[in-house]
């Protein structure tokens, strides 16, 4: 009985370690990922910053307001956290009553309502707010700056030339694997045509980290499948003089298409984010 014990009590301990394991395994991955999407994000907003060439001034004004937009999010931040434990009992309550199928008392659900209006009431002043203060700091940039923000697509790699802002386009590269696929026999390409579709589609999902309608994946399935026969059958030397602008068309038909963003949205992202504090102050120090 002894030993019995003993067996189900070290069982019992390696369950709790197991458990623990995986637990700080867990944690040890989020932080990882946390940390990678932060450098992400720093590197997009220094893409961003060094592109559109900002005088000090228009630096101290960005930063400014960005202060300000942080200070009222860690006010709003500040009332939400005093509020979740009532919130959360009241709603812990009205999920019981709900369980039980049974109407919410009046004064549970007036005191709901009430707590709930004050909320999405800050949170709405918030939104004004970083509204004001994007408006503000696009009165303080210059035309040709505008005009380089509203072209703006986030990226870690920026494409090669004056301005560096943007999404980076191997257009080479491309054109390069297309004369691979044209370098394929015909009887090989017949017979791979479907999985080299298939690889495709699978690079397209796995860069754009997101799934995809199986409606609009056969749509898109189709339409590379008839570019690749189009390019397969073009003549050399109508190939060579097309491939780069063939290798543009292959990008616009895979990319996924991004919600357009207004300009004031993407100065509320970008330029208002907590990240963007640091960076000017760091620039306007070394200046």
């Not at 960005?66 to 200070?71: G, I, L, Y």
């Not at 790699?157 to 999404?167: A, D, N, R």
């Not at 191997?170 to 579709?197: F, M």
Request: aromatic fraction near 4%.
């Amino acid at each position: 009985m002894r030993k019995r014990k003993t067996i189900v009590g070290l069982l019992a301990a390696g369950s709790v370690l197991f458990w623990a394991a995986n637990l700080i395994s867990a944690q040890t991955v989020s932080t990882a990922a946390d940390k990678t999407e932060g450098l992400r994000r720093e590197i997009r907003l220094l893409n961003l910053l060094h592109g559109l060439e900002l005088t000090p001034e228009q630096m101290r004004l960005i930063r400014d307001k960005a202060e300000e937009n942080k200070r009222q999010a860690d006010e709003l931040r500040s009332l939400f956290q005093s509020n979740k434990e009532e919130l959360d009992r009241i709603l812990e309550e009205i999920r019981q009553y709900r369980l039980a199928d049974q109407d919410i008392p009046q004064p549970l659900a007036q005191r709901y309502h009430a707590l709930d209006t004050e909320l999405k009431t800050e949170r709405a002043r918030l939104e004004e707010t970083r509204r004001r203060l994007a408006r503000d700091i696009e009165l303080g940039l210059d035309r040709h700056q505008v005009y380089a923000l509203e072209k703006y697509v986030p990226c870690v790699i920026p494409p090669k030339g004056e301005t560096q802002i943007g999404q980076a386009v191997d257009v080479q590269g491309i054109a390069n694997r297309l004369a691979r696929l044209r370098s394929v026999p015909d009887r090989a390409y017949e017979k791979r045509r479907d999985l080299l579709i298939a690889k495709s589609l699978e690079g397209i999902k796995l860069k754009a980290g997101q799934a995809m309608e199986t409606e609009g994946e056969e749509e898109l399935a189709e339409k590379i499948g008839s570019f690749y026969d189009r390019v397969r059958g073009l003549a050399e030397v109508d190939f060579e003089v097309q491939k780069e602008k063939l290798a543009e068309e292959f990008v616009s038909l895979v990319k996924p298409k991004p919600m357009p963003l207004d300009l004031t949205k993407k100065i509320e992202i970008f330029l208002l984010s907590p990240e963007v504090i640091p960076i000017l102050s760091a620039e306007l120090n070394r200046r």
